[in-house]
Each structure stands twice: as C-alpha cells, then as structure tokens.
Antibody, heavy 118, light 106 residues
Framework: QVQLQESGPGLVKPSETLSLTCTVS????????WSWVRQPPGKGLEWIGY???????NYNPSLKGRATISLDTSKNHISLRLGPVTAADTAFYFC????????????WGQGTLVTVSS | IQMTQSPSSLSASVGDRVTITCRAS??????LHWYQQKPGKAPQVLIY???SLQSGVPSRFSGSGSGTDFTLTINNVQPEDFATYHC?????????FGQGTRLDIK
C-alpha cells in the first residue's frame, strides 16, 4: 500500500520560498505521476501542478510561474518549491498520486499546514 | 474549465438519499471524479471517470452524467458519510475542482 507523507516548515515569511517534501513509501516514485494540491483553511481545493512519470511538469497558471515540482528518485520523494510567497499562499498542502495521466488522485498524504507570516 | 457544484451545503438524516450535482463550463468527457473529505483529513477518491467506484468505497455511492452535467448520489446515508464532497475535472491540462458541497446531519 502506497503511503505519502508531507513535511516542511510550518511557517514561512512573506517574499521567501516555501519548500515541501512528499516522502513516498510502498512504491517507487518513478512508476507514477504525482501532484500537489492546496487548500486554504475553510476553503476549497486548488490544484498546484503535476509531475509525470516522464519527468515533465504542468502547473496551474494562476501561480504565475512561482511553483516548481521535482522528483528525487534516490530519496523516493517529490518536492514542491513555491516562491516568493504572500499571505495568500497560507494553506494546507497535500501531495497525491495519479495512476496515470489525467486520472483521479487515488492516494493522498495527510497534508501539512503552511502559514505565511512575518 | 470552471466546475460548479450545487448545493454548497445540505442537511440530511441517516437513511436519506442525497444527490449532489457538478456542472462543468465545457465538455469534460469522462474525466470527472468525486472526492470525500472529512474535517482535518485529506480528500479520498470515491468515484473516478464519472461512474467507477473506487475500491473499498461502499456501493451506496454512485456517480452518473456526461459531458457537462454530473451527479453524485448517496443512497441510505450513513453517519460516516457526513463530510464535504468535491468534484474534479482532469480533461483540461488545467485541473480544476468544484467549490465543495458540505453534507451535514439534520
């Protein structure tokens, strides 16, 4: 059974870069595609982007080029970098697995809250 | 592609039948999925590709629809079903979710 676990700083200052890691157990990250999704407290879900098993990426244009998703196969984890951040980036951040391109996200991490504040 | 769910919230009693709708601003073919999210937890997929039940999901959940109009139905609502439900389209390279529908106990 695949398990995902997000980790990273819970507090980031405005204008800095948010860095999160999604550690995967039970499967090799090389065989699947992965996504990051965020949810401001009390609000809906927002897709951040995908990284496909090929290594190619696709991002939400609303983030205006601030997001980067990458794979580290040696550590079996997926990374998200987002910056520079503002208070509007305060949210729960989730990583998720896709069994294939354009398919539903069938495994999720528990999520991690990132607060942007000075 | 904009996804609009209705209602935004609803109340139901255990044993009721509940229907949640999701409308897409463009045709999303069968790239429409439903997720359940409980407070403080990550979303979990219930239905993928309009009507396919995810493994382990009770059969009281069902999905239907085509093109731009989709429905999630819960028959015989159980206490553990009180949660928020989200639709999602993955037809476009810009993936979008509906705003969510909160199901409360009446």
């Amino acid at each position: 059974q695949v398990q995902l676990q997000e980790s990273g700083p819970g507090l980031v200052k405005p204008s800095e870069t948010l860095s999160l890691t999604c550690t995967v157990s039970g499967a090799s990250i090389s065989g699947s595609s992965w996504s990051w999704v965020r949810q401001p407290p009390g609000k809906g879900l927002e897709w951040i982007g995908y990284i496909y098993h090929t290594g190619s990426t696709n991002y939400n244009p609303s983030l205006k080029g601030r997001a980067t998703i990458s794979l580290d196969t040696s550590k079996n984890h997926i990374s998200l970098r987002l910056g520079p951040v503002t208070a509007a980036d305060t949210a729960f951040y989730f990583c998720a697995r896709l069994p294939g391109i354009a398919q539903a996200m069938n495994s999720w991490g528990q999520g991690t809250l990132v607060t942007v504040s000075s | 592609i904009q996804m609009t769910q209705s209602p935004s919230s609803l109340s139901a009693s255990v044993g009721d039948r509940v229907t949640i709708t999701c409308r897409a601003s463009e045709n999303v073919r069968d790239y429409l999925h439903w997720y359940q999210q409980k407070p403080g937890k990550a979303p979990q997929v219930l239905i993928y590709s309009v009507s396919s039940l995810q493994s382990g999901v009770p059969s009281r959940f069902s999905g239907s629809g085509s093109g731009t109009d989709f429905t999630l139905t819960i028959n015989n609502v159980q206490p553990e079903d009180f949660a928020t439900y989200h639709c999602q389209q993955t037809y476009s390279t810009l993936v979008t979710f509906g705003q969510g529908t909160r199901l409360d106990i009446k």
